[in-house]
């Protein structure tokens, strides 16, 4: 694969901007993904509720009804234990329809996304995988602290192989929107469709009426192009495996809507007017945000709505840069959203308000980001993996790291197995206390996090735009005994 093709015209940062549009509301439906949106609420008379008369809501005249945004089929739970949620997963290869065309892709039981995986905090989650790809592969369960043997990476363990079944157990101490994917291979395997959300919840936070997922990806312009998400100019996101599609809110109870980014490069900006961000990949806020919020790669974020919408807006995503343009392509639409002329139920979130840790002002590690996009050369202090230094640390040790990126592109930098705190971004500590796993650092930019040492194990960290971690920006954080 010549990746310097590929970065030479890949766009990474993208815009969600939603545009209000200009119809009413379609009839409701009762899943909230709904059925096509075939049903005239509107009394426009062209069936689509969106004026624009050609009957298919898309504006463009071409009378193809536009897809409803469904939700990814949730994780059959084979345990009758209260305590224990066990879930079988095969990872196949898969034919997917993209953009209506036919492509040769992989998924987890037969669905791209794969099975959303539901448990509680304090439950035992196994999952037992069977690898009927024709390449070895894992699953790594994003932003959780699992045992390191069940990580998931292959830095010194053995991938599951072709016709072999692994199982992964470990017990959830995390509230939160999590995902999985195969860590072997990774930017290839992840292209092709595998991975899916794992949500982990609290009995402590609100029950919501409505909890969605909604795994937004990228693909390239070419379907049969195993390099999607690369293309970030390509423009052509999906929305749980929809390109398009229209997305009904049924009634005003309560929502949890929880965005996974799984593109290997992309990033997103949500701007869905009427919402707020209550939670992100560590759970709860310490506050909530109005703000607009980038997701980048591998990172979640949880919008609730407030606001009566009352009619149709468009969401929409304006391609910029991760070398720092912006807008260098046209708006894609990514979703219409629908919803009844009523404000919403909300929740009663038990927001920390906790401030920040204070700034120790030492520093244990440093991680320079560097690399050069016309070689597409990619490394972390001068080492490309796996011929890496790792730091090591004792357990139960508080870590000072600082993250600078020297290099003329941004990077998600993301730590398995444990949990950072983000103590400053060029010396300006966060509002609130912020927690994470994922956190983008942009060019020129240097972050500092706080680290708690307490999960034993050699933790990969690396920049999750994946084609750069596989260039090299990747090393391992050792918590030792
Ligand atoms: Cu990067």
């Not at 949500?270 to 997701?295: F, I, M, N, S, Y």
């Not at 991760?322 to 919403?344: D, F, H, I, K, N």
């Amino acid at each position: 694969m010549n990746w310097r093709a590929r970065f030479s015209e890949m766009v990474s940062a993208v815009l969600i901007a939603l545009l209000v549009g200009c119809g009413e509301a379609p009839a409701a439906s009762d899943d909230g993904g709904g059925d096509a949106t075939t049903a005239d609420a509107s009394g426009d008379g062209d069936g689509d509720g969106d004026g624009d008369g050609d009957g298919d809501g898309d504006g463009d005249g071409d009378g193809e009804p536009r897809p409803a945004v469904p939700q990814p089929p949730d994780a059959e739970d084979l345990d009758p234990a209260p305590n224990v949620v066990e879930v079988a997963l095969v990872a196949a290869p898969a034919t997917l329809t993209i953009h209506g065309e036919s492509v040769d892709g992989y998924a987890y039981n037969g669905s791209t996304p794969g099975p959303t995986i539901r448990a509680k905090v304090g439950d035992t989650l196994r999952v037992q995988v069977t690898n009927d790809l024709e390449v070895p592969t894992t699953i790594h369960w994003h932003g959780l602290k699992t045992p390191w043997n069940m990580d998931g990476v292959t830095w010194k363990q053995s991938p599951i192989d072709p016709g072999a079944t692994f199982e992964y157990t470990f017990t959830l101490s995390q509230a939160g929107t999590f995902w999985y994917h195969p860590h072997f291979d990774t930017a290839r395997q992840v292209d092709l469709g595998l991975y899916g959300a794992l949500i982990v919840e609290d009995p402590a936070e609100p029950a919501v009426d409505h909890d969605w997922v909604f795994v937004m990806d990228s693909w390239a312009e070419d379907a049969n192009e195993p390099q999607h998400g690369l293309h970030g100019s390509d423009m052509r996101w999906t929305v749980n495996g929809v390109e398009d599609g229209v997305l009904e809110i049924p009634d005003a109870g309560s929502t949890r809507m929880r965005f996974v980014n799984v593109a290997n490069a992309g990033y997103l900006e949500l701007d869905w007017p009427g919402t707020r961000q209550v939670a992100a990949g560590q759970g709860v806020l310490a506050a909530p945000k109005d703000a607009l919020e980038v997701l980048v790669p591998g990172d979640r974020l949880d919008l609730e709505r407030f606001d009566a919408a009352g009619g149709s807006v468009d969401v929409t995503a304006v391609a910029s840069s991760p070398y720092g343009q912006t807008e260098v392509e046209p708006a894609q639409r990514l979703m219409t959203v629908a919803s009844p002329p009523t404000a919403p139920a909300t929740s009663a979130w038990a927001f920390s308000g906790a401030t920040p840790t204070p700034d120790p002002l030492y520093t244990d590690i440093v991680y320079s980001l560097q690399g050069d996009v016309s070689t597409d050369t990619w490394a972390i202090n001068g080492e490309q993996f796996p011929d890496i230094t790792p730091y090591a640390v004792p357990m139960s040790t508080w870590q000072v790291i600082e993250v600078r990126n020297i290099s003329f592109s941004a990077h998600p930098f993301h730590m398995h197995g444990l949990v950072m705190e983000v103590l400053s971004v060029d010396g300006e500590p966060p509002a609130v206390q912020t927690m994470v796993d994922t956190f983008n650092v942009g060019i020129a930019q240097t972050v500092r996090f706080g680290v708690l040492a307490d999960n034993e194990g050699e933790w990969m960290t690396h920049c999750h735009i994946l084609p750069h971690a596989e260039g090299g920006m990747m090393t391992v954080l050792v918590v030792a005994p």
